[in-house]
């Protein structure tokens, strides 16, 4: 909290006890902070990404960080952002049999898993799954949540099958959210073989936080959160928290108004000159930068504390190779750098220490 609200309550005290009562009563209604989903995500891109004893060394490693809960991602393909048939089960999409064996082997160690399939493009590198149909008539958006509906749900089916405590019923797919009587189609037809929550990853808090219209239908908000929080190439932990300041009272908003708990189902930074700078950036080229991952993780994990309608965050991302990572390395994952230490620390003392 920043200083002026405890002015505030040095001077009006018993106005300020009651706000902290109020606000305190109408977050209590939102994940309980015991719950807390203290995620990361773990992110395999090949048929056999899942396969043999590395990832499961992988993962053992992400279960060291103190971390209960895990995204596991699936992913299969369309060829452009104008196709309407996606390629479901893809070459690249991990084998059913090595989602089941990772799933489970996530639950032996003590994690609960949120299954999280994406579509992706094969081959258009110059777009990516938000900007799917830019030009789709009504009749090509039938022809894509039809072709949609079955990948879906045979992971959803998957998900009842191996047990997943939360699945989502898409991710990012921003121009497909207007039409609200398709998704509503595609999440009730998931309730009828998935018994558990759903959450869908949204992108678009900053952008365009009213285009999800259909919250409603599900269990969680969920948002992929990869904002600006400062413009520094260098930034301390407080300038990222002055940064995360205005992001947090948006995501309030967006839970406050739907009465929803709301996941960041996607965090992250790269160890990278500039990383908190559009983090989202997987191309950014630059030489290593250690103390910019470690600085995000600290103020990101400080904020969101005590914050009870927010249910949890996955950080992007771990890898199922286990070499993956280390003191050399520009890229999302924490493994082998100070940001898991903040991570092992945090998770398991508090956000606040």
């Known amino acids: 909290m920043s200083h002026s609200f405890f002015r505030r309550v040095h001077v009006f005290p018993a106005a300020a006890l009651l706000l902290v009562a109020g606000l305190a009563a109408a977050s209590s209604v939102f994940f309980p902070r015991r719950q807390f989903q203290k995620g990361i995500a773990f992110t395999g891109y090949s048929a056999d990404a899942y396969v043999g004893a590395g990832p499961l060394r992988a993962l053992d490693e992400l279960r060291a960080t103190n971390a209960n809960w895990t995204s596991i991602l699936v992913t299969t393909y369309q060829d452009t952002v104008h196709s309407t048939v996606i390629d479901f089960p893809g070459p690249q999409t991990p084998t059913d049999s090595s989602l089941v064996d990772i799933i489970a082997h996530a639950h032996a160690i003590g994690l609960k898993v949120l299954l999280k399939p994406h579509v992706d493009l094969l081959n258009d590198p110059t777009h990516y799954r938000g900007e799917i149909g830019p030009d789709f008539t009504d009749a090509d958006w039938a022809a894509w949540f039809a072709s949609y509906r079955p990948f879906i749900l045979h992971y959803a089916a998957l998900a009842a099958q191996t047990g997943c405590e939360?699945?989502?019923?898409?991710?990012?797919?921003?121009?497909?959210?207007?039409?609200?009587?398709?998704?509503?189609?595609?999440?009730?037809?998931?309730?009828?073989?998935?018994?558990?929550?759903?959450?869908?990853?949204?992108?678009?808090?900053?952008?365009?936080?009213?285009?999800?219209?259909?919250?409603?239908?599900?269990?969680?908000?969920?948002?992929?959160?990869?904002?600006t929080l400062s413009a520094k190439e260098s930034p301390t932990v407080s300038d990222l928290r002055r940064g995360w300041i205005p992001f947090r009272d948006k995501l309030r908003r967006l839970a406050t108004k739907w009465k929803k708990p709301l996941i960041l189902t996607e965090i992250g930074v790269r160890s990278v000159r500039g990383g908190a700078v559009n983090p989202w950036d997987w191309q950014r080229q630059g030489p290593v930068d250690l103390v910019v991952q470690r600085n995000a993780y600290t103020a990101a994990l400080s904020m969101v504390a005590g914050e009870r309608w927010i249910a949890g965050m996955y950080w992007w991302q771990w890898s199922p190779d286990p070499e993956d990572g280390g003191p050399g390395d520009t890229g999302y994952t924490p493994h082998g750098k100070p940001a898991e230490s903040v991570l092992r620390f945090r998770f398991r003392f508090g956000f606040l220490l």
């Open 166 to 227: 939360l699945f989502s019923v898409g991710c990012e797919l921003s121009t497909s959210v207007g039409n609200a009587g398709l998704w509503r189609g595609i999440i009730a037809d998931v309730r009828a073989v998935y018994r558990g929550p759903l959450v869908y990853a949204d992108n678009q808090v900053e952008s365009a936080p009213e285009a999800v219209t259909w919250w409603d239908a599900l269990d969680y908000i969920g948002q992929d959160a990869y904002p």
